[in-house]
């Protein structure tokens, strides 16, 4: 089944150790999404990839980086995670080609960062 | 004053029961209404995808979108445990902009 995979699902790393969150997809979406999602809250969009372009939200911080080699892998790379960035990190993608030709987002069962 | 309200529940119903979930919105220029479920410990996933105002329906689930009034609503019929999880709404204003979701609410369904 086409679907948003990522990896790993459980992920612990120490204070300031930078850490890698992948996300792969066999939907041929065009759009990937990161968001982090903190226990009861909404998920908070962090950036997204518009084919190779890159959308950084304006709260998002310098901390947090992405990658996207091709369309069907992105990255989320925390340079120096802190308590604060223990989280859960979905993936999302979507498909845009202009106005009307559109579907909504298809979320990954998401990456559990925890910091020790 | 957040742009999409959602009460945090939790609801909790009997095994059966018709479930009423809603969301309302400060913001006119939403367009896109979305509903998801979202697990323990797994990704949201999509439920209903709807366009501008009235009803959509798929199985035991129909969403209601309310432009005038800025609200939305999920329906569950003859909800099952299964259906035990966190509603999230979620919309956006144009075809490819971002999502401004709402908090969810978590429902319990008792057996």
């Known amino acids: 089944d086409a679907m948003v995979i990522q990896n790993p699902r459980y992920q612990v790393t120490q204070f300031g150790k930078p850490v890698t969150l992948s996300c792969s997809q066999t939907?041929?979406?065009?759009?990937m999404y990161w968001y982090q999602q903190k226990s009861s809250q909404a998920p908070k969009l962090l950036f997204h990839y518009y084919d190779k372009d890159f959308n950084n939200e304006a709260d998002t911080p310098d901390n947090f980086q992405s990658r996207r080699p091709n369309t069907s892998f992105c990255f989320l790379d925390i340079r120096s995670p802190g308590l604060g960035d223990a989280a859960m990190y979905l993936c999302?993608?979507?498909?845009?080609?202009?106005?009307?030709?559109?579907?909504?987002?298809?979320f990954g069962d998401g990456t559990r960062l925890s910091i020790l | 004053q957040k742009e999409v309200e959602q009460d945090p529940g939790p609801l909790s119903v009997p095994e059966g029961a018709i479930v009423s979930l809603n969301c309302t919105y400060s913001n006119s220029a939403f367009q896109y209404f979305m509903w998801y479920r979202q697990y323990s410990r797994k990704g949201p996933e999509l439920l209903m995808y709807?366009?501008?105002?009235g009803n959509k329906e798929d199985g035991r689930f129909t969403a209601q979108v309310d432009k005038s009034s800025k609200y939305i609503s999920l329906f569950i019929r003859d909800s099952q445990p299964s259906d035990s999880a966190t509603y999230l709404c979620?919309?956006?204003?144009?075809?490819?902009?971002?999502?401004?979701f709402g908090t969810g609410t978590r429902l319990a369904v008792r057996p």
């Open positions: 709807t366009y501008s105002s």
């Open positions: 979620a919309m956006r204003k144009s075809s490819g902009d971002k999502l401004t």
């Open positions: 999302a993608t979507s498909r845009h080609r202009g106005e009307g030709v559109d579907q909504p987002q298809h």
């Open positions: 939907l041929n979406h065009n759009v």
